[in-house]
């Protein structure tokens, strides 16, 4: 029997009517509607379960979800396996720990944890894998599951891949913050952690130093080698301030060639400036670039909160003017900030003005420090140095106006004058005695200088071996050839080259090969200090001289002012002497009546042994002893003690305060006393400023005095009087 007729004969006994052919109809159409439901359905599911696992494979998504207790019951197998694992070995863990904590991250979010313990909906919560060796970041979403109940049962959630927007908004972000050529911090950088630091430092009472550095000679190397080259040292440089200064974040480059270095909680100024120094000797050590040798410098400005400024503006306005101090008296140096460096500032501006008319107005003359011959004292030659009398202020120290000259692209017109003069005044010098005349780098960069070494020779008749040309090792900068053309047209002239200030930190044997100098001069830091116990400058000055043996060269020691120092130079068989132990520099006059006797012979003069430097100068300070106050001026500084007048019959052992101004104080005790003068020593040792001068190691701090001062409200402050145990002189 077929189908339709088991269908005709089940229901054959029903009643024919309309009626009933409809019901039965319905329920057969409501049978396979639901069927036909059904399979839709589930090719619905097929397919949507089909498009989640292309999305899977697809790399450009995954899923995961969790139980109640957060632990992991499902996870995209792709995406396990980028974790080092398989899906099926991470059920069961904790979702939490496939990533790392944000604090690690440095992120400021809500974490994992807490939005899971909170059953918190999120969506795109970035998150870096914990997983060694992968150092992918993803945008996890999730949302909380409950049952018919209410009852949570877990998460279903995904996660998309975002390393590389995340490492381009990284990229972005150190653009921003870093230089792009060092990897230092930036001005903006510096600038907010600087802010920062000190706002947080003043509420803590603590210190913090900024220094300011600026390159020397760098724009020599951009134009001589080019950019890139220049490019290049930069980063050496940079590399070289991180080896010094150990905390990359604390560095900085501001821009061109000047940087900026923060260190928190330093406010010994020893300490600054050695640290100062070690800076300075090491970026002036040569550098290789592109194949070139090069050599730079640095100079370096210091200042300190809070005692130099308690906001950044001021600070580093402050540090900037102890960089312009520094750079102003010779480069290669620190200065300390201290506020009569706007005095200072505005004087060298007037100073630069007047120097301008200098020569026109005949202020500008020439004075000559005799050369000794060490062995018998006889004078060979002198030294010509430039001295400048101002028509109102006197003399003015060269060591002032000469990187003025420099700076104001006077130098030129100033050398020439000196290169004449000093042919025609030692072509009027009875005998052979010659004479040296210092050449800055400058001049020599000039291809002009044979030209106007000639013309002087020519126009005094001055024999050309009679004039010696001193040269500094700074002029080996690039390495050049045109360095090697100005040596061979000075030596086609006929005159001598004498290498100075040798052993400053540029000293190469490799251009003692090719450089013709007939002369090599001890810079005299190596002489200073070469009699103390325990120095090594003597073994120096030693290998100096067996070097200039084995090329045939003369040496000069230069700055001898002891008899101890004499000795050991002699001993060391330095073959020429220029130093206060022989003579001062004098004038033409003095000269001339010292040449026509014939042979100049001096016997050497002067202390015993080696003093510490002592600064001349006039200065007043205060003194202070029990509730007393004096004005006393300082004639003598040294680091260990000074003399000062001011206060009559002081008996020897009495105790001061020496208050030198701006938080400056040091106790001192009497040593010496002769009316209104006394020898002072000090208990703790002044440090060099970098400037020439001296200042104390530390300094009163501005909180301390704030603190005493509050201390004190609505109370009489003690005061210091200029009576007391002895009369004001």
């Known amino acids: 029997m077929d189908v339709p007729s088991r269908i005709d004969s089940g229901y054959r006994g029903q009643e024919d009517t309309e009626e009933g052919q409809r019901g039965f109809f319905g329920k057969i159409g409501s049978r396979i509607g639901k069927q036909r439901g059904e399979a839709a359905a589930n090719l619905h599911m097929h397919d949507a379960?089909?498009?989640?696992?292309?999305?899977?494979?697809?790399?450009?998504?995954?899923?995961?979800?969790?139980?109640?207790?957060?632990?992991?019951?499902?996870?995209?197998?792709?995406?396990?396996?980028?974790?080092?694992?398989?899906?099926?070995?991470?059920?069961?863990?904790?979702?939490?720990?496939?990533?790392?904590?944000?604090?690690?991250?440095?992120?400021?979010?809500?974490?994992?944890?807490?939005?899971?313990?909170?059953?918190?909906?999120?969506?795109?919560?970035?998150?870096?894998?914990?997983?060694e060796g992968d150092d992918r970041w993803w945008a996890i979403s999730g949302r909380p599951q409950f049952d018919g109940s209410g009852k949570f049962t877990g998460y279903r959630g995904s996660g998309t891949d975002i390393t590389e927007q995340r490492r381009s908004a990284e990229d972005a972000s150190r653009l921003a913050l870093y230089d792009s050529l060092t990897g230092l911090a930036n001005r903006f950088n510096i600038s907010k952690k600087l802010d920062a630091t000190l706002a947080a430092f003043a509420q803590q009472q603590r210190s913090c130093a900024i220094m300011l550095l600026d390159l020397d000679r760098f724009k020599q190397v951009n134009d001589t080698l080019g950019h890139p080259a220049g490019d290049a040292l930069l980063k050496q440089v940079?590399?070289?301030?991180?080896?010094?200064?150990?905390?990359?974040?604390?560095?900085?480059?501001?821009?061109?060639?000047?940087?900026?270095?923060?260190?928190?909680?330093?406010?010994?100024?020893?300490?600054?400036?050695?640290?100062?120094?070690?800076?300075?000797?090491?970026?002036?050590?040569?550098?290789?670039?592109?194949?070139?040798?090069?050599?730079?410098?640095?100079?370096?400005?210091?200042a300190i909160a809070p005692f130099d400024g308690q906001g950044s503006d001021d600070l580093v306005r402050n540090a900037d003017l102890a960089l312009y101090a520094a750079k102003g008296n010779g480069r290669g140096r620190f200065a300390f900030y201290s506020s009569d460096l706007h005095q200072a500032a505005e004087d060298r501006r007037i100073l630069e003005e007047d120097l301008r008319d200098a020569l026109p107005r005949g202020e500008i003359a020439l004075c000559y420090q005799p050369v000794v011959n060490s062995k018998s004292n006889m004078v060979t030659g002198v030294e010509a140095l430039i001295r400048w009398t101002h028509r109102d202020r006197g003399v003015i120290s060269p060591a002032l106006f000469i990187p003025i000259a420099e700076e104001a692209n006077l130098i030129w017109k100033l050398g020439e004058w000196v290169l004449r003069r000093a042919c025609e005044d030692a072509a009027s010098w009875p005998g052979d005695?010659?004479?040296?005349?210092?050449?800055?780098?400058?001049?020599?960069?000039?291809?002009?200088?044979?030209?106007?070494?000639?013309?002087?020779?020519?126009?005094?008749?001055?024999?050309?071996?009679?004039?010696?040309?001193?040269?500094?090792?700074?002029?080996?900068?690039?390495?050049?050839?045109?360095?090697?053309?100005?040596?061979?047209?000075?030596?086609?002239?006929g005159v001598r080259l004498a290498l100075d200030d040798f052993g400053t930190g540029y000293s190469s044997l490799g251009y003692l090969q090719s450089a013709p100098f007939d002369k090599i001069k001890i810079d005299q830091s190596f002489v200073?200090?070469?009699?103390?116990?325990?120095?090594?400058?003597?073994?120096?000055?030693?290998?100096?001289?067996?070097?200039?043996?084995?090329?045939?060269?003369?040496?000069?020691?230069?700055?001898?002012?002891?008899?101890?120092?004499?000795?050991?130079?002699?001993?060391?068989?330095?073959?020429?002497?220029?130093?206060?132990?022989?003579?001062?520099?004098?004038?033409?006059?003095?000269?001339?009546?010292?040449?026509?006797?014939?042979?100049?012979?001096?016997?050497?003069?002067?202390?015993?042994?080696?003093?510490n430097d002592r600064f001349s100068l006039f200065r007043k300070v205060g003194a202070i002893h029990d509730n007393h106050r004096y004005a006393v001026v300082i004639r003598n500084l040294s680091t260990t003690g000074a003399f000062i007048e001011g206060i009559l019959d002081v008996p020897v052992g009495t105790r001061f305060v020496i208050d030198f101004g701006e938080g400056q104080l040091v106790t001192a005790t009497v040593r010496r006393s002769a009316k209104h003068q006394q020898g002072i020593e000090f208990e703790q040792t002044m440090v060099s400023d970098g400037n020439g001068g001296l200042c104390t190691r530390h300094r009163v701090s501005p909180y301390l005095i704030a603190a005493a001062a509050q201390q004190t409200s609505g109370l009489a402050l003690p005061t210091f009087t200029t009576t007391g145990d002895w009369k004001a002189a």
Not at 50 to 55: A, D, G, K, S
Not at 434 to 451: E, G, T
């Open 49 to 131: 379960l089909m498009l989640l696992r292309n999305y899977e494979e697809s790399g450009q998504g995954w899923f995961w979800s969790t139980d109640a207790k957060g632990r992991l019951t499902y996870i995209t197998d792709s995406v396990a396996r980028l974790m080092g694992r398989t899906g099926g070995a991470l059920h069961g863990t904790a979702f939490t720990d496939l990533f790392l904590p944000v604090d690690s991250q440095g992120e400021r979010q809500r974490t994992l944890p807490f939005l899971l313990t909170k059953q918190s909906k999120f969506h795109e919560l970035p998150l870096r894998s914990a997983f």
């Open 238 to 302: 940079a590399q070289r301030l991180l080896k010094i200064v150990g905390d990359r974040e604390m560095v900085s480059r501001l821009g061109g060639d000047e940087f900026q270095i923060i260190l928190p909680d330093v406010e010994d100024r020893g300490k600054l400036g050695e640290l100062a120094t070690d800076i300075i000797a090491s970026l002036s050590q040569p550098y290789s670039v592109e194949g070139s040798r090069c050599i730079i410098g640095a100079s370096v400005g210091v």
């Open 433 to 493: 005695m010659r004479v040296a005349v210092n050449v800055s780098p400058i001049q020599f960069a000039n291809a002009d200088l044979p030209k106007v070494v000639a013309h002087a020779l020519e126009a005094s008749g001055l024999a050309p071996d009679r004039l010696e040309l001193e040269i500094t090792e700074s002029v080996f900068l690039g390495d050049t050839a045109e360095t090697t053309r100005m040596f061979k047209a000075l030596k086609d002239l």
């Open 528 to 611: 200073r200090d070469a009699t103390v116990p325990g120095s090594r400058n003597g073994a120096i000055i030693a290998a100096i001289v067996a070097l200039a043996e084995a090329l045939e060269m003369e040496t000069t020691a230069e700055g001898i002012e002891s008899l101890d120092q004499l000795e050991l130079i002699r001993k060391l068989n330095v073959s020429h002497v220029q130093g206060y132990v022989y003579s001062k520099p004098v004038p033409q006059a003095e000269l001339m009546e010292h040449a026509e006797v014939g042979s100049w012979t001096i016997k050497p003069s002067g202390p015993a042994r080696q003093r």
